[in-house]
């Protein structure tokens, strides 16, 4: 079936630095995607999407990349703080044009922020 | 604004008994949708609401599980005869739209049937 995975489980970074997380999909016709923080003990916080008509799309100190030839998704933290440490997950949208869809995620990365 | 609300947000159960598990959505959002996630995974699609249709119930892993959702806002999960394997949290999120609008999380309740 299709799935969306993770390159990197863990990831650690020194406060100040650049962080990016990578994500790979295989579904060639998803047409959506989200970004999710999630901290221990609360819900995945939304954090930007991008839809399959662009390659690039930035928010505050995020900037979240798609490669439709090679389905993949980056999300880029200039930066990075020590309040960014958390699991982040990419997600797809399984049901593209369809009535209703539901969310496909990943397993997470686990982003730690050393001072 | 107000969030997506769930309660309880901790439940302790035997193995056998029901549950209920209630989320309040975000006021407006018209799409509904409950997961599940175990210790230190991603998170598994149960059931979907449009209104008060679920019009995608094909996550739900058994016949013990079931939701309803009434007046358009409050939902609730029903676990009959919980099984340790149903220990997880259970998240629910809700949305303004489908197909391209982000779904916004609540908190989750933490099941543990013992």
């Known amino acids: 079936g299709e799935n969306v995975g993770l390159h990197l489980p863990t990831l650690s970074v020194q406060e100040g630095d650049n962080s990016i997380i990578n994500c790979a999909y295989s579904?060639?016709?998803?047409?959506?995607f989200i970004w999710y923080k999630q901290e221990s003990g609360k819900g995945p916080q939304f954090i930007i999407d991008?839809?399959?008509?662009?390659d690039k799309r930035q928010g505050q100190r995020v900037t979240v990349l798609l490669n439709k030839t090679v389905k993949h998704l980056s999300l880029q933290i200039a930066a990075t703080q020590p309040g960014d440490s958390a699991v982040y997950f990419c997600?797809?949208?399984?049901?593209?044009?369809?009535?209703?869809?539901?969310?496909?995620f990943g397993k997470g990365t686990l982003l730690t922020v050393n001072p | 604004g107000a969030g997506v609300s769930q309660s309880p947000s901790n439940k302790v159960t035997e193995k056998g008994k029901d549950v209920e598990l209630r989320c309040d959505p975000i006021?407006?959002?018209?799409?509904l949708y409950w997961y599940r996630q175990s210790l230190g995974q991603g998170l598994e699609f149960l059931i979907y609401?449009?209104?008060?249709?679920?019009?995608?119930k094909s996550g739900l892993p058994s016949d013990r599980f079931s939701a309803e959702r009434t007046g358009g806002s409050v939902s609730t999960l029903t676990i009959q005869r919980t099984q340790q394997e149903d220990s997880a949290v259970y998240l629910c999120?809700?949305?303004?739209?489908?197909?391209?609008?982000?779904?916004?999380f609540g908190n989750g309740t933490r099941l543990t049937v013992t």
């Open positions: 006021s407006g959002h018209t799409a």
């Open positions: 579904n060639s016709a998803s047409d959506y």
């Open positions: 997600a797809e949208n399984v049901n593209p044009g369809g009535s209703n869809y539901k969310l496909t």
């Open positions: 609401f449009q209104g008060n249709s679920a019009p995608d």
């Open positions: 999120a809700s949305s303004f739209r489908t197909g391209d609008s982000p779904l916004h």
């Open positions: 991008i839809r399959s008509n662009m």
